[in-house]
């Protein structure tokens, strides 16, 4: 009888090399899965969420910019943390860099803030 994991790993969402293109990651942050196994990946580095159908080879923006533009306003994100789904599949996502939660509600362009203040983090970059 054998215990524990199965050893044999399969990626099931991107290619295993960075992009922004509908089949790559860069830096997914986390996931969550609706109840038709469709995966929503946080996308943080490319500033979306990335929905991928169940045994689909690419995937669909369905928060964010496609192609991975960030910003303050409802339509953008900046370095998403983490994504959570509600019962009738809508999305709240950890907006880290504009402090703030995001409800994206089903087929949606924009969100709408439902915690934080919504103000862009500004970092001074120190270069040795």
Same mark, same amino acid.
């Given at each position: 009888m054998s215990t524990?994991?199965?050893?044999t790993a399969a990626i099931v969402a991107g290619v295993g090399t960075s992009g922004t293109g509908a089949t790559r990651f860069n830096l997914p942050?986390?996931?969550?899965?609706?109840?038709?196994?469709?995966?929503?990946?946080?996308d943080r580095i490319n500033?979306?969420?990335?929905?991928?159908l169940y045994g689909a080879s690419n995937g669909s923006t369905v928060a964010g910019s496609p192609t991975g533009i960030p910003g303050s306003?409802? @339509?953008?994100? #900046?370095?998403?943390?983490d994504v959570e789904l509600d019962s009738s599949g809508n999305l709240y996502i950890a907006d880290s860099d504009n402090n703030r939660v995001v409800l994206w509600t089903v087929g949606a362009s @924009?969100?709408? #803030?439902?915690a934080g203040a919504g103000k862009m983090?500004?970092?001074?970059?120190?270069?040795?």
């Open positions: 524990g994991w199965n050893k942050a986390a996931i969550a899965m609706d109840s038709s196994k469709s995966l929503y990946v946080a500033n979306r969420t990335q929905k991928w306003n409802l @339509s953008y994100l #900046i370095f998403p943390l @924009s969100g709408t #803030i439902v983090t500004i970092y001074k970059r120190v270069f040795i």
